[in-house]
């Protein structure tokens, strides 16, 4: 499971910089709250590229893919690029179980 989310968070943590760049240019926002908040959310990929297998790592990132889907009302691009990641989350979340149980099968 631990490979195909952090696959998936490092696929994120490029999005959600680039989002950050049409964020400074479409948005009222300052560029210190843009990246700030787009920071904090590329630290949290990475962070949770590490803690992923650990007790709350899948629920941290759910609320990173909410966050990621909510960041829309700023960069509507972000309402379609949020729905791919989540369904990406949640397939390597569901996949990569099933490929962990297989494994220790075998291993059995």
Do not use: K, N
């Not at 994120?12 to 950050?20: D, K, N, P, Q």
């Not at 899948?58 to 509507?76: D, I």
């Amino acid at each position: 499971m631990r490979t195909l989310c952090a696959s998936t968070l490092v696929g994120e943590f490029f999005v959600i910089g680039f989002a950050g760049l049409v964020a400074m240019r479409t948005s009222d926002l300052s560029m210190a709250t843009v990246w700030t908040v787009c920071g904090v959310a590329m630290g949290l990929c990475v962070l949770l590229c590490g803690v992923i297998t650990r007790r709350g790592g899948v629920e941290l990132g759910w609320a990173l893919q909410v966050a990621l889907f909510g960041s829309g009302f700023v960069v509507p691009a972000m309402f379609v690029l949020g729905t791919c990641f989540g369904a990406l989350w949640w397939a390597s979340v569901h996949y990569g179980r099933r490929v962990d149980e297989i494994r220790a099968q075998r291993a059995a």
